[in-house]
């Protein structure tokens, strides 16, 4: 094996759950991988690869956004928000509704829900029925837990009032 | 009916045994599988046995504290939370002083760690039990030496021993004796109205990792020093590698190297007793390694590979005329045969004959498949989701000519499974990957890799005949067409066998170089949306009542003695009368129509009753009241959890899903092109048990079948058409508007 004499990973600094991260990664590479592979935060869950699943959901600057599909080189000094960084021990109003619910069958595309609806409810803090099911359409639970996450989201959002 | 105490055997000396720890405290073993599956040997011999052949244990701290080992892979099902409460209830601990930790698969001494056909709750309840309540009796002996009284004067309830002058101790005071005793014989199970652990609402014990996103997936384990793996595979089904050009690839950043893997499992393809697996295809294969998964799936965009047809590439119109080829011919094989139904038929006032169709399916786990290995001379490490871990572990031994005892197989949660993980391809692979580069490895599937070089839910095709005469069902004839082997075990005895005097099922096969297998209720899972549509359509056709039908057949099978019908009729009519009562069936409100379905299988008994509205000329399935009779319910958010998801699955796939083959080539390879439920279409689901003290049977699996079958009843009744093939959405005759739904 020949190693690549001229090309060099480029670094990037990331502001990943309020502390700064230097990490080594191609342009390119979605950062996804970078939370996954690079920093071992794992929380974030590979699904699709093309933003149709959710399973990778993070906070850009407190939007939910597909990090599968979001080039570390775009990212910039803006702030990500991971799973891991959403609470201390679990405590956000969103993770206790999910507790209090029993939301999880396998479990796998759960924190990309959690992500979209902690997304959603900062900014529609009491939705209805229909703005809570337009909200979270985009995320795929192939267990099919879509009740109880209807549950955990309006759980939650009477917690945050 | 069967009592709480079950039919299943077992000998209690072969499942326990007991050890003091080193740390102090109690560990006490049981082999599941050896206990309750009469076909399974003990793995050795039951006296050389030490703790650590168990696959499941109860660990006793000094602090009274208990650690349970779940021994069965955990795959959103449920059973790591279950499993332990079983035993907790005969324990008799607060379940808050249970901590449950997954068990490992140890080839060297431990049989059948097995998630799959929704059986391990059913098989594990008396073992469980009795483990339990053995445990609790050594505590309470140990006590009695203790306060030298007789053990009958002392009870045990929530971790605290009492003796009849009211003094007490914890468990963790005498696990240290405990551990040193004879195990009782004979021990005392609890009545079922004393529970207070099974029945309750127990949260899933992996609950807070999973909310803060700990690792505990397959794709989350990771070591120091591992590299990642992509597989380049033929994309079409028949075909196989010639030539391949990896220098694109090894150009991505982050590529280490590219090579080629398959002979060994071409070695294997000739050995009949592994070709059950399916996925040992004689194809060789391009693997790019790389120092990060991104760089794994660039440089397998990058390879350029030459394919040959190595075997016939088909089309799903192929697959069609093949499936109505052997429908209209004569090469069946009898699965089951009552009276003569031909005769039934030529004498019958009236006969009813439809065919229903459902395609292919891929199972979409939410996990792609991966898997890591890590081999040296010495060992073969190997950890990740598997539904069949002793399986993949005795494969990997022969691929690679090792000693199934050089392998250790980590379990780790499973980010879905529903019949897929069952099958170890990617097991396999990642081993042949890892033996050529002697490093620590994980094989990644991208979500293309995984869908479309999955393994399918086979396409059927159903035909079903009846004979009417004198305003009875005297014939019933099931005929199947299926791709790849046919419905098994007791599904051809299910309803109405027994209830038709003539009666036969019948089934043919087409081999193809598709692969699949077992799809979350294997053949049921489509079977039952063709027979319930067909029970309507004979309801309509001898202008009697569906539900009157239903029960009027049911009460012919009372009493049989036939030893393969192991529906009960009573519990079938059960669930029935409330499934009418609940639902308010018969009284919709105008614009909502309603379906209905009464199933069987994995051995519990349900039904189901969907409401359907159309709105803008679509359907919404509103609402569907499932009741369930799996006899004890053991932890009831997780029940109503797999009740629901397995209706809201089985409508989104009766619905949407559709997977066609083009020259051998799947047609869907994303979520882009590939259509799965979402919120938005996920109906309200109101679930209701059947009370009583039956021993309990699995939900994985029994309410998904009956959902498309409830639904396409509705969808008759909304819109006077009767849909005939999966998927609904795909009938152009019925949905004139379409607001161009991706269905593949």
């Known amino acids: 094996m020949t190693p690549k004499k001229s090309i060099y990973m480029p670094t990037y600094q990331l502001n990943v759950n309020g502390k700064v991260h230097s990490v080594e990664a191609s342009d390119n590479t979605p950062l996804l991988w970078v939370l996954r592979d690079e920093l071992n935060m794992v929380g974030t869950k590979f699904g699709c690869g093309i933003a149709q699943c959710g399973a990778c959901t993070v906070h850009l600057e407190g939007n939910a956004v597909r990090s599968c599909s979001l080039p570390v080189s775009t990212v910039g000094e803006k702030k990500i928000t991971t799973i891991e960084g959403l609470s201390e021990d679990g405590s956000h109003p969103v993770q206790e509704a999910w507790k209090e619910i029993d939301v999880p069958q396998c479990g796998y595309c759960q924190a990309g829900q959690i992500m979209t609806a902690t997304a959603f409810l900062a900014k529609n803090p009491n939705p209805s029925d229909e703005e809570i099911k337009d909200a979270m359409h985009g995320n795929i639970c192939r267990c099919a837990t879509y009740n109880r996450i209807h549950k955990a989201v309006s759980t939650a959002a009477k917690k945050m009032v | ?744």
Not at chain 2, 99 to 122: C, F, M, P, W
Not at chain 2, 490 to 502: D, H, W, Y
């Open chain 2, 1 to 744: 009916m069967s009592s709480t105490s079950n039919n299943i055997k077992f000998n209690r000396r072969a499942f326990l045994r007991t050890s003091s720890l080193a740390s102090g405290g109690l560990l006490i073993g049981f082999n599941l599988f050896t206990a309750c599956r009469p076909e399974a040997k003990p793995p050795v011999n039951l006296a050389d046995l030490n703790y650590s052949d168990f696959n499941a244990f109860i660990k006793i701290a000094k602090n009274g504290a208990v650690t349970i080992f779940s021994p069965n892979p955990e795959i959103g099902q449920g059973v790591k939370t279950s499993m332990p409460m079983i035993i907790a209830e005969e324990l008799d601990l607060p379940w808050n002083m249970v901590y449950v930790e997954q068990g490992h698969l140890d080839t060297k001494n431990y049989t059948r760690q097995v998630a799959g056909g929704s059986q391990s709750i059913r098989f594990g309840w008396d073992a469980l039990r009795q483990t339990g309540a053995t445990a609790k009796q050594m505590l309470i002996n140990a006590a009695a030496d203790k306060w030298g009284v007789d053990a009958s004067e002392i009870k045990a309830s929530e971790g605290i021993i009492t003796n009849a002058a009211g003094e007490t101790l914890g468990y963790g005071d005498v696990v240290e004796e405990a551990a040193k005793l004879e195990v009782p014989e004979n021990v005392a199970l609890k009545d079922p109205k004393d529970y207070k652990i099974i029945g309750t609402d127990q949260v899933n014990v992996d609950i807070d990792k999973i909310i803060t996103g700990q690792p505990l997936f397959g794709l989350d384990y990771k070591v120091d020093g591992m590299v990642y793996a992509s597989v380049l595979r033929p994309p079409a089904f028949g075909q196989e590698l010639v030539s391949f050009d990896a220098s694109a690839a090894k150009e991505v950043l982050g590529v280490i190297d590219v090579i080629e893997i398959g002979e060994k499992a071409k070695s294997l393809l000739s050995k009949e007793e592994i070709n059950w697996t399916a996925q040992l295809s004689g194809t060789g294969k391009v693997v790019v390694i790389a120092k990060n998964t991104w760089a794994a799936l660039e440089g397998k965009k990058a390879l350029k590979a030459e394919w040959k047809e190595a075997s016939p590439l088909e089309s799903t119109d192929f697959h069609d005329k093949k499936l109505n080829e052997l429908l209209d011919g004569k090469e069946f094989a009898t699965l089951r045969k009552d009276g003569d139904v031909e005769k039934a038929f030529s004498q019958a006032d009236k006969v009813l004959e439809r065919t229903y169709e459902s395609p292919f399916l891929p199972h979409n786990c939410m996990e792609p498949m991966n898997f890591f290995a890590n081999i040296t001379d010495d060992e073969i490490h190997l950890a990740g989701p598997i539904q069949t871990p002793e399986d993949a572990a005795i494969t990997v031994a022969e691929l690679l000519g090792r000693d199934v005892t050089d392998i250790k197989v980590e379990m780790t949660r499973m980010g879905g499974g529903f019949g897929r993980r069952l099958y170890g391809d990617f097991v396999y692979e990642v081993a042949e990957i890892a033996d050529k580069i002697r490093k620590p490895v994980k094989m990644i599937s991208s979500r293309e890799d995984d869908m479309t070089t999955g393994v399918y839910r086979p396409a059927i095709k159903y035909r079903i005949k009846a004979a009417i005469k004198d305003g009875q069902l005297t014939g019933y004839q099931l005929k199947e067409a299926a791709i790849n082997g046919n419905m098994y075990g007791l599904i051809p005895n299910f309803f109405p066998a027994g209830a038709v005097e003539n009666y036969q099922v019948d089934v043919a096969n087409y081999t193809s170089n598709i692969t699949t297998g077992a799809w979350r209720a294997p053949y049921t899972n489509f079977l039952a949306y063709a027979e319930q549509s067909f029970f309507d359509e004979l309801a309509e056709e001898m202008d009697a009542d569906k539900i009157q039908l239903r029960l009027d057949l049911l009460e012919k099978v009372k009493g049989t003695t036939d030893e393969r019908i192991q529906y009960s009729p009573e519990r079938l009519q059960g669930v029935i009368k409330m499934a009418v009562d609940k639902s308010g069936w018969g009284s919709a409100p105008e614009g909502t129509y309603q379906g209905f379905v009464a199933y069987y299988c994995h051995n519990t008994h349900v039904a189901e009753v969907a409401d359907v509205q159309i709105q803008n000329g679509l359907p919404v399935v509103k609402k569907v009241t499932c009741v369930v009779d799996c006899g004890i319910v053991v932890n009831r958010t997780g029940a109503i959890n797999q009740v629901e998801g397995g209706v809201v699955d089985g409508i989104g796939h009766s619905m949407y899903g559709n997977y066609a083959f083009n020259k051998g080539v799947p047609e869907a390879s994303n979520y882009d092109k590939y259509r799965l439920i979402r919120m938005k279409e996920a109906p309200v689901v109101e679930t209701y048990f059947i009370e009583n003290e039956l021993s309990p049977t699995g939900l994985g699996e029994p309410t998904l079948p009956p959902a498309g079958g409830a639904v396409a009843n509705a969808l008759k009744a909304a819109t006077g058409k009767r849909v005939y093939k999966q998927p609904f959405m795909l009938d152009k005759e019925i949905w004139k508007v379409t607001e161009k739904p991706v269905l593949g």
